[in-house]
């Protein structure tokens, strides 16, 4: 019994509860599924708006399911630097081939791969799961759910984007219609305190535009009380199974 609580306590204190790549709210990346589109934001403003694709298979973050995870996450890896427009990826590398928009019968990841990683537990399975922002050869497409699960941009719409997101971009993806523009400070501020509150660890070094780069004493504080309580929530339930 002691044996099993005491691997129990190890787990909770290494696991990697969080995204590698610490997360900047200062650049966010707004995707309606309902709207079909994405709205890049940079301190407050709306910096572009474009058409994607999200899956033709629903919502959703179970393995084998295809489908496209909602809620918080990152941009943890970027893939394709000066790639030309319709270079075709394999297992993410790039096989030399290079593809035109709307080429008959092919449906590879294309020009860009921006790589996300899920901050929730609703999520958390994104970054094994191939979870990416990517360019496809089916361009007739994009405005209506096709993908397996990723979302899926214009080859030249992937370039812009890939161009002004710096690595750990916070992401949103959510079932709703985009902000509208009187209301977007107010949803990247909202963002950003649930991000603070999904990132409690001290540690996790969250650039915060609102708070001047960093975690306020006070963000830390109740960061600190939710682990607690998820801690003593996780201890409980082993406690109950042994």
Not at 19 to 34: C, F, G, H, K, N
Not at 190 to 217: C, H, K
């Amino acid at each position: 019994m002691f044996r099993l609580l005491a691997v129990l306590l190890s787990s909770i204190s290494i696991a990697p509860l969080f995204a590698a790549m610490p997360v900047d709210t200062s650049t966010q990346i707004i995707i309606s599924v309902r709207d079909q589109k994405l709205m890049l934001v940079r301190n407050g403003a709306k910096v572009a708006v474009y058409p994607v694709s999200t899956s033709m298979f629903g919502l959703g973050d179970a393995w084998g399911r295809m489908t496209t995870p909602l809620g918080y996450l990152a941009v943890e890896k970027k893939l394709g630097d000066n790639a030309p427009m319709g270079a075709v990826f394999h297992n993410r590398r790039l096989t030399g081939e290079i593809l035109q928009p709307n080429t008959p019968g092919r449906d590879p990841i294309t020009t860009r791969i921006i790589w996300l990683r899920g901050l929730e537990a609703r999520n958390a399975h994104a970054f094994q799961r191939g979870i990416y922002i990517h360019g496809t050869p089916q361009e007739k497409t994009i405005g209506r759910p096709a993908s397996y699960g990723c979302i899926r941009m214009k080859s030249s719409d992937v370039v812009a984007l890939y161009q002004q997101v710096p690595l750990g971009a916070l992401v949103q993806i959510t079932p709703d219609r985009l902000p509208k523009p009187a209301n977007i400070a107010k949803v990247q501020s909202e963002n950003e305190q649930a991000v603070a509150a999904l990132l409690p660890q001290p540690r996790d070094q969250i650039r915060l535009a609102a708070s001047g780069g960093t975690l306020t004493v006070e963000q830390m504080r109740m960061g600190g009380a939710l682990a607690a309580e998820r801690q003593r929530a996780k201890l409980a339930a082993g406690n109950k199974r042994l």
